[in-house]
């Protein structure tokens, strides 16, 4: 399982209440999606494209949920580190994170 930064982790789990609060049982299924794609990076890291969006360096790769629009923002480079969960908000509010692991 990757390291998830604490920043990360609060983001996963408000993500799961939020979606848990608009549907019953979608906390639970965002979980289990999160946990599949953890597990994939450990076996995989490098399945996630690299994102592209200006102003991001390189090196930095993202996952799509498969049922939830928010994507998990990582690195592999020292070891593999989930920095962000990016839903539609500011696509790069997380980018000063990755000084913090390195």
């Not at 848990?20 to 999160?34: A, H, I, Q």
């Not at 498969?66 to 989930?82: A, K």
Request: without cysteine; aromatic residues 12%.
């Amino acid at each position: 399982v990757p390291d998830v930064l604490d920043a990360a982790s609060r983001e996963m789990t408000a993500n799961a209440a939020w979606y848990e609060e608009r549907r019953s049982g979608y906390g639970t299924l965002f979980v289990d999606e999160v946990v599949e794609l953890f597990n994939l990076l450990d076996r995989s890291p490098l399945v996630g494209p690299t994102w592209t969006l200006e102003g991001v360096p390189p090196g930095v790769r993202h996952l799509v949920l498969q049922t939830f629009p928010v994507s998990i923002v990582y690195v592999t480079e020292p070891r593999v580190v989930v920095v962000a969960f990016v839903g539609s908000q500011n696509p790069l509010f997380w980018i000063d994170r990755l000084g913090e692991f390195r």
